[in-house]
């Protein structure tokens, strides 16, 4: 019970920084659960302590993060900057440990070399979570963004590698550097080929699985759950780094299928979903275990009478110091090699520019400690290898804690101050630009999506919707702003149009009425989605409307379900009222554009939009033989399409480049768009 309440009140606190998150965006998310954290280590009855065995926190959480972080890892912008990449990754992390290990040793003389090279070490990996808060306020430069999330990814391994070398000379007193290098070169090379291995058996099996008719999307997310806790327990098996199998494995991106078909193409939307909260669970989770072990730590070093308190402050401070400091220079020296490549600057000298101290200075302080290094200081063990306690563990956690806490504070609220604004648009002309051009952007981007997936089984169907996210990104240059009062009002009175045709309709007998109350229901869904739930005032008659057609909705729905049923050839009666409205609407929106008592421009979009419906009603019934498997393709084909669109709006506002009101805009009409293609259907 204590197990499961520790796990339910770190579950609460994610979801809690979450939303906390939303109301102080200023504030990044790891600060956040970090105090959250703290909260409940005060206020919980006893103590939380992490009571967990080493190498399980290495599989528990290091595995999968790493295994993200590489199948979300941009491969162009690796290879592009490859060098700068590998030189943080590699020679950085190196640097940075020995210096960090001699100093913290020559400081602390009861903390051995090994281990104070391991704390070192373990300082080496940047946070993605942090970096990727920040690009939400700031505008980084692109380079520099690049450099950022190929380090996020290769210092992890790096960083790993050399702790666990460290650990093990701390642990057993011996320490050979030829040895080590041997190891060393055994372990890095050993878990490449390993990755590489096991991720072409993983892609093998998963086709194999698949030749059986094994399409499930529950077993394609949980074979890929399991891939990289495979890799990594296999790995370690023969002694080769884990680590950097599972980076391998994921760069690979092992569970992508070669073949694409829309089932496939779903599965991946699912298991991209499933590994963005496992991700978002996992980093949270470990911040939070971060506050709850604070005031602990606190107490336990704080109270040891041979450390004096301020003393600590400032070792904590020296360290972040001499972290900083090693970072900027490299950095530095890092912007110049940039600079005096061959075909830069005209071969002229270089003239050093306060831009690039800028810019070497966000790469500082964006390398901000989070997740991995607090992973990887909870794997030191308690007991040394000769039964004594390891010495001075503590305290290691506690210094790294410290550092951590303060790295997090300076990317926070020392970037925002160095780096450039996000350029915020002021005038409203400028503001429906950018709308409109990050939905041009969108759609391109789900045309590029559909296009690779794209298959000889489903290239017809593809191709049709394909066209039809053409259309609508040609039409996306005439289109008006969807907070526009004069559309919205527009629609509004459309939908009342069709409304009362559909209950002249019931009321003559042409339309029966489970028909007729089925469709009034699909338009109230779509007048709600336009309001966007906006309050209004009370309408009676449309309380009595509203009423009657939902508990028509709810007979219908008790009706279907009986063996007996007859509801089975509504279908054609309702695309044939879809069409009867749809003509109805187009008739009188011409005959209002006559009398100019609508907007032209208005009401010649919202005709172009019914004409294109009653062009598909006829459509999905000019055929009942050959062309009805290309409309059920290119049908799944559009939901898949839809998927995908609410995937990159989602995509772009946590990037920053559209409102929350302007996000819910874009998923409003994909809505309508989906509810429109079931009724069709």
Request: hydrophobic fraction near 50%; aromatic fraction near 8%.
């Amino acid at each position: 019970m204590e197990t499961l309440t520790l796990v339910l009140f770190l579950t609460i606190a994610v979801l809690l920084s979450a939303v906390i998150d939303q109301v102080v965006p200023r504030v990044s998310l790891p600060l956040i659960q970090i105090g959250l954290g703290v909260i409940i280590a005060i206020f919980a009855s006893d103590t939380i302590t992490i009571d967990l065995e080493p190498n399980l926190f290495l599989v528990l959480f290091i595995a999968p993060l790493l295994y993200i972080e590489a199948k979300n890892a941009d491969r162009m912008q690796l290879w592009v900057n490859k060098a700068p990449i590998l030189s943080l990754a590699i020679g950085l992390v190196i640097v940075t440990a020995v210096i960090i290990g001699f100093a913290l040793h020559s400081l602390i003389p009861s903390i051995s070399i090994a281990a104070a090279l391991a704390l070192g070490a373990a300082l080496g990996p940047t946070d993605a979570v942090a970096v990727t808060s920040l690009s939400k306020q700031i505008s980084i430069p692109e380079r520099q963004w690049g450099i950022l999330k190929g380090e996020l990814l290769l210092n992890d391994a790096s960083g790993i590698v050399m702790f666990q070398f460290a650990l093990t000379a701390a642990v057993t007193g011996a320490f050979s550097i030829a040895d080590a290098g041997v190891s060393f070169l055994v372990e890095f090379f050993g878990g490449l080929i390993c990755g590489a291995v096991l991720g072409y058996v993983a892609n093998l099996a998963l086709r194999k699985f698949r030749d059986l008719g094994i399409e499930s999307a529950t077993f394609h997310v949980l074979y890929e759950l399991c891939v990289p806790f495979i890799v990594y327990l296999l790995a370690q098996s023969i002694h080769v780094s884990g680590i950097i199998a599972v980076v391998v494995a994921g760069l690979l991106n092992v569970i992508t299928p070669r073949t694409n078909s829309p089932s496939i193409a779903r599965m991946n939307i699912v298991s991209s979903n499933v590994w963005q909260v496992l991700s978002f669970a996992l980093n949270g989770i470990v911040f939070i275990l971060l506050g709850t072990q604070l005031p602990a730590s606190m107490r336990y070093v704080w109270a040891d009478e041979t450390l004096n308190n301020f003393s600590l402050i400032a070792y904590i401070l020296f360290i972040t110091l001499i972290l900083m400091g090693v970072r900027f220079v490299w950095c530095i020296c890092m912007e110049l090699w940039h600079a005096r490549r061959p075909g830069r600057n005209g071969g002229e000298p270089y003239k050093f520019s306060r831009t690039n101290a800028r810019d070497a200075l966000i790469t500082t302080l964006c390398g901000a400690k989070g997740t991995i290094t607090l992973s990887i200081l909870f794997t030191m063990p308690i007991f040394m290898s000769t039964g004594a306690r390891f010495p001075e563990r503590s305290l290691l956690i506690f210094l790294g804690c410290g550092v951590i806490l303060i790295t997090l504070l300076l990317a926070t609220f020392v970037v925002p101050l160095v780096a450039p604004k996000k350029e915020r648009k002021q005038s409203e002309i400028d503001a429906r630009h950018n709308y409109f051009e990050v939905l041009r952007d969108i759609l391109r981007n789900v045309i590029e999506e559909l296009t690779a997936q794209q298959t000889k089984r489903n290239r017809r169907a593809t191709r049709v919707v394909i066209k039809s996210y053409q259309d609508r990104l040609e039409n996306t240059k005439n289109m008006i702003d969807a907070n526009d009062g004069s559309i919205v009002a527009l629609r509004l009175q459309v939908l009342n149009w069709e409304e009362e045709h559909t209950l002249e309709l019931m009321e003559q007998g042409i339309v029966s009425s489970d028909v007729g109350y089925e469709f009034l229901g699909r338009l109230e869904r779509m007048e709600k989605l336009i309001k966007h739930g906006a309050g209004q005032r009370f309408d009676a008659k449309k309380w009595v409307s509203h009423i009657r057609i939902a508990f028509v909705r709810m007979r219908l729905a008790i009706v279907r379900q009986l063996p007996d049923s007859k509801l089975t050839d509504n279908g054609e009666e309702m695309r044939r009222l879809q069409e009867e409205a749809a003509r109805y609407v187009v008739e009188v929106l011409k005959a209002e554009m006559q009398k100019s008592t609508v907007a032209t421009e208005d009401a010649s979009k919202l005709i172009m939009e019914y004409e294109a419906s009653i062009a598909a009603l006829n459509q999905s019934r000019t055929s009942v033989t050959t062309s009805i498997r290309v409309v059920d393709e290119s049908d799944d084909i559009r939901r898949l399409a839809y998927q995908i669109e609410l995937g990159q709006i989602q995509h772009m506002f946590e990037e920053g480049r559209i409102s929350r009101q302007e996000s819910r805009n874009m998923r409003d009409n994909v809505f309508l768009m989906m509810m429109d293609l079931e009724d069709r259907v």
